[in-house]
C-alpha cells in the first residue's frame, strides 16, 4: 500500500465511519482514530509523510472556519465568561501545572520543554467534542461555551508553545518579551481577521454565482492563517475572527443558491478533514512507537501522572468556577441554571485532539547549537498518551455519562422559541405581502390567494404554532398534498430523466442541460 491508497483509505472510512457512529452512539472521531491505530500496527501499511509544520496550516483553518460557521458573535459575547476562564485560564493553569509534573520527574530537562509539554497538552479538541456534544441533547448553552473553549483555546496554547520552544532552541528566555509577544499575537491577528472577513463579505456580495461564494469562503480560511503567521500573530484568532464576522456578514446575503452550495460544501468538508486528522492521530502511533523504542513502557508512569492533572485539574477547575459563579448564572437565566451535573459532563468532555498531535510533531529535532531538543522523545509520547486516552476512554464513555446525569436540553423551552420564530416570520411575510397589494392594486382574490398559501406553509412548517382555520386547513389537504407531491415528483423526474438524455446527445451544450438540471433539482425557487 502506498501513501496516496492510505490517504484514500482514510476518506473512505471518514465517510463510512459517520453512519456507523450515529449508530453506536459514539464520536466518528474515535473511530477513525481506532482505526488509525490499528493500521499504524499494520507492518505494510506505510506512514503518511506530512511535514509537521504543514498540519496546523492545512488542517486547522478549514475545520475552525466550518465550526464557526455555526456560531456568531453574539453567542460568544453571552458566554464570553466560561469560554474565557476556560480558554485563557484553564489552558495556563494546565500548561503549568503539567510542566511541574514533568519537571519533577525529569529534573535534568529544562524548565521551557516542560512548558511545551504543557502547552501541547492543554487544550481540549473543539471537533470530537461538540460533534458527540450535538447529538446527546445537551443544552445549547452548555455546547455554545464546549465549542467556544475548543475553537479560542488552541490560541492561547499555541502561543505558549511557540514562546517555550523558542526558549529552548535558542536558550534565552524573557517574561516580558513572552507577554509583549503574546499582546502582538493577539493584536495582529485580530486586525487580520476583521480585515478579511470585511474584504470576504464586500467580495461574496459582489460575486454573482454560489460557486464563486464558496470557492471563496474555503481561501479566506487560509488567507487569514496564513497573513497572522507571517506577521508574527495567532493564525487561529485571526481565523476565528474572520469566520465569526463572515458568518453575520453573510446572512444579509439572500442568495438561496449560496445557502444551499455552502452548507453542503463545508459538511463534507469537515467531515473529511476531521476524519483524515483523526486518522492521522491513530497512525501517529506508528511513529511515537518507532520514536520511544523498547524504552516505552518505561515511559508509561510520568504518562499516567500528566494524565491524571490534565483529567483531575479540569475537574476541579470547573467545580471551582461553577461555585463561584453559581448565584449569578442563576439569575441571569433562571430556566436552566448551570448546574454541577453541567460541570460533570463538561469536564468528561475535555478530549485531546488534532492541536496536541500538530504541535508534538512540529517539535523541533535540534537546537540553535546543534544539540538534540531536550526530551523530545518523552514530550512525543506523553502527548499521544494524553490524546489516546482521552479520546478512546473518555470518547466512547462521554453518552454514558451524559445518561447517569441526567443533563439534557429543555426541548419544551426550544419548542417555544421555534413557535415565536415561525410567528415572527409569517407575520413579516403577511405584513409585506399587505404592502406589496397596496402598491401593486392586487385583484382581491389574487390577495387572498396569496395569503392562504402563505398561512398555509406556515402550518405545514409548524402546525401547532398556527392558528385553528389555518391549522385545520392543514389537516384536511394533508393526503392530498402527498398526492400532489408524488405526482409532482414523478412528472419532474421525468423532465429530469429527458434533460440527462439530451445531455448524450450529439450538438447539444452541456453546461446548458445542466444548469437546466440543477433548476429541476432544486425545485420551485418561489
Known sequence: MDQLALLFALLFAAILAEPVARRIGVASAVLMTLFGCVLALIPAVPRIDVPPDLILPLVLPPLLYAAARRTSW????ENWGPIALRAVGLVVVTAAAVAAVFHAWYPGLPVAAAVVLGAIVAPPDPVAATALASRLGLPRRLVVVLGGEGLFNDATAIVIYSVAVQAVVTGRFSSIDAMGEFVVSAVVAVVVGFALGMLGSRLT???AEASWQVALSLLLPFAAYG???????????????????LTDAVTEIGDRDYRLVGDAFWEITEMLLSGFAFGLIGLELGVVLATTGTGWPKLLG???AVIAVVVTLRLIWLLSTWAMGRSRWREQDADEPYTWRETIVTWWAGM???????????IPLVTDVGAAFPGRTEILFVAFAVVLFTLLLQGPTLPLVVRLTGVHANTQREREFERQLWDRVVHAQLARLEQIAESEHLPDEVYERLRD?????????????????????????REVSAKLRM????????????AQA????PGIPVDLVDRVTRRLDLGPTR
Open 487 to 498: 405526482i409532482r415528483g414523478e412528472v419532474i423526474e421525468a423532465g429530469r430523466r429527458e
Open 227 to 245: 497573513f497572522a503567521e507571517a506577521w508574527h500573530g495567532s493564525g487561529v484568532l485571526a481565523v476565528l475572527v474572520c469566520a465569526l464576522y
Open 302 to 304: 510520568v504518562a499516567g
Open 205 to 207: 456580495d459582489y460575486l
Open 453 to 477: 398559501q402563505f398561512r398555509h406553509r406556515f402550518a405545514r412548517a409548524d402546525p401547532e404554532a398556527a392558528d385553528e382555520d389555518a391549522r385545520s386547513r392543514w389537516t384536511r389537504d
Open 352 to 362: 485531546r485532539g488534532v492541536a496536541t498531535v500538530a504541535l508534538a510533531l512540529a
Open 74 to 77: 453574539r453567542q460568544f459575547a
Open 502 to 505: 439530451a445531455r448524450r446527445e
